[in-house]
């Protein structure tokens, strides 16, 4: 079992900025390829905003594309957004994502448990 652990989210106005982290832990070990976030806006599905490969390769949705970044420490197995110029169509609850491989498992997507990114206008 893997732990997807995410922090930073809150309330913020139009045009401010936020950062979230994820950190992921498992007792047995494990190996993430892919590291990422999805949001989910309330009366919307769940859709992807971007994510990043062990390599560094990144995609992203157009609507946050020059806004949003996407960083990755695969040592400590944490992935990052930093979120410029948010926008009120960013509010949404925001997971973090990570496609795991393990010995027992093979290779399984985890889930955190969301943050709520709220922005004012």
């Known amino acids: 079992q893997v732990q997807l652990v995410e922090s930073g989210g809150g309330l913020v106005q139009a045009g401010g900025s936020l950062t979230l982290s994820c950190a992921a832990s498992?007792?047995?070990?494990?190996?993430?390829?892919?590291m990422g976030w999805y949001r989910q806006a309330p009366g919307k599905q769940r859709e992807l905003v971007a994510t990043i490969d062990s390599r560094g390769s990144i995609m992203s949705v157009d609507a946050v594309k020059g806004r949003f970044t996407i960083a990755r420490d695969n040592d400590k197995n944490t992935v990052s957004i930093e979120m410029n110029n948010l926008k009120p169509e960013d509010t949404a609850v925001y997971y973090c994502?990570?496609?795991?491989?393990?010995?027992?498992?093979?290779?399984?997507?985890?889930w955190g448990q969301g943050t709520q990114v709220t922005v004012s206008s």
């Open positions: 994502y990570g496609n795991v491989w393990t010995r027992t498992t093979g290779s399984v997507a985890y």
């Open positions: 498992s007792r047995t070990w494990f190996v993430i390829n892919i």
